[in-house]
């Protein structure tokens, strides 16, 4: 119950802040993200991502726009609505669902790429929300986090006895 309660602030604190984090990226910051996930996500457009805790969808628009299908999760409607509005000015392909980072709708190894921006240190129980994670991501599919101001890459084939263990 307690888990449920803790869920519940965090869902309507970020609804309520969900305005003041949809800003105008600038068009520096925007290229930037554009040219590392196009040079990482590479020319297989058939390949899937996933932005888990999307917020207003500054990723999954990128990924969509540059040709990937994308879905943006965050578990705020409101971060959402915003989502959707700028999927819309920029011409991204992006579809957006609520939901549960440690509950993701998907069958396992579906997701080719997960991608994240300054999301992880959010999660309430970060191992079992990576074994979730894990569960969905294809053999060979990465992950892609972005921490502070540093990026991180984990290959699941590589790595993934030393970040989790099942």
Aim: hydrophobic residues 35%.
């Amino acid at each position: 119950m307690e888990k449920e309660h803790v869920l519940s602030v965090i869902k309507n604190h970020w609804n309520k802040k969900a305005a003041e984090f949809n800003i105008d990226r600038n068009a520096d910051e925007i290229g930037r993200w554009e040219k590392v996930l196009s040079e990482f996500l590479g020319r297989d457009k058939s390949k899937s991502v996933v932005d888990i805790g999307t917020g207003t969808g500054f990723l999954a628009n990128i990924t969509g726009k540059l040709g990937h299908p994308t879905i943006g999760m965050d578990l705020s409607r409101e971060m959402l609505k915003y989502a959707v509005k700028q999927g819309e000015t920029c011409a991204s392909s992006a579809m957006y669902i609520e939901g549960n980072a440690s509950e993701l709708p998907f069958v396992d190894d579906s997701i080719d790429y997960i991608v994240n921006a300054r999301f992880i240190w959010t999660l309430l129980e970060p191992e079992i929300t990576l074994r979730e994670w894990f569960r969905v991501i294809r053999r060979g599919g990465y992950f892609v986090l972005q921490y502070n101001e540093g990026r991180n890459r984990y290959n699941r084939e590589a790595k993934e006895e030393r970040i989790l263990s099942r």
